[in-house]
């Protein structure tokens, strides 16, 4: 039977690609890609003639059903996206999941992500780490976001629009506090930037300028130590985020394992009931 391929490509720069992505992505029969009009710069680039199909967040639903057919009959179909590894923050799991159920090969062909270069470059401790995603956009959901980062030490990664992306560090240094950051903007691009610095230093050398271009935003929470002061410090950076009192204590009594009624107490005192 037929495969399917996901395959990793450059996320900026052309010359990012495996000799075996190359391969891949010359012989199979089909290539189910985010934006085939991107797609086809990178394989023009290379030489590279094979047929491309849409498969992107709005059509994936009823297009992974008929990619599965598609490789029963015998062909070999390589998944894409606009830019590095299928799957993460991009289009791809269902189709990946529809396949196993399907009992389709799936074969992987690694490479970029924007998650592991800004990462490896970041300078902050990478023994254990979160990928947090997109950050959310609305302002309410984003502090509620940042909240729940605070409580131990941890190196989290996150997307952001350029737009946003000085509100977000406000967000930040007000509710996370002025922890160790690292702004990485246009990745292996032309106009790559990587700033390093507490919270407070990347948003000023930011503060009069325009943002443009992909934003991955590296950071590195500090450690609060559990017991009366862990809770107060949590359930405050939750209830200023906006947080409802009930969403708060639960989520605080289970990341700290304090009873909930302690927490609710301490909730009502924070809120001045």
């Known amino acids: 039977m037929a495969k399917l391929y996901v395959v990793a490509t450059p ?7 495996t000799l075996r992505a190359l391969k891949v992505l ?55 996206t606009d830019a590095g590894t299928p799957g993460i923050s991009d289009p791809g799991y269902r189709l990946v999941r529809l396949a196993h159920e399907e009992s389709v090969e799936v074969e992987t062909v690694p490479g970029p992500s924007a998650l592991t270069a800004v990462l490896a ?7 254990e780490f979160t990928f947090k995603g997109f950050i959310p956009s609305a302002p309410l959901r984003r502090r509620r976001f940042l909240a729940a980062l605070k409580g131990c ?15 977000t560090l406000g967000d930040i240094l007000e509710i996370l506090g002025d922890v160790e950051i690292v702004v990485a903007r246009e990745m292996t691009k032309l106009h790559e930037e990587i700033l390093r610095g507490r919270t407070s230093d990347v948003a000023e050398r930011l503060r009069d300028r325009e943002v443009k271009g992909e934003i991955t935003i590296v950071l590195r929470t500090g450690k609060v130590e559990a017991g009366s002061e862990a809770v107060d410090e949590k359930l405050k950076a939750l ?16 990341e700290l394992g304090v009873p909930r009624n302690v927490v609710y107490r301490k909730a009502l005192e924070l809120k001045g009931a």
């Open 239 to 254: 209830l200023d985020a906006g947080v409802p009192v009930r969403d708060a204590v639960r989520e605080v009594a289970a």
């Open 153 to 167: 030490a941890t190196t989290y990664i996150m997307y952001e629009s350029p737009r946003r992306l000085k509100g």
């Open 26 to 80: 010359g012989d199979v029969g089909l290539i189910a890609a985010e934006d085939t009009r991107h797609t086809r710069k990178l394989l023009s680039h290379y030489g590279i003639s094979t047929r491309t199909t849409s498969y992107h967040e709005h059509n994936e639903r009823e297009k992974a059903p008929r990619l599965i057919e598609r490789i029963k009959q015998g062909t070999d179909v390589a998944l894409v």
């Open 11 to 17: 996320i900026g720069n052309l010359e990012d690609i």
């Open 121 to 127: 470059v970041s300078g902050l401790p990478t023994d």
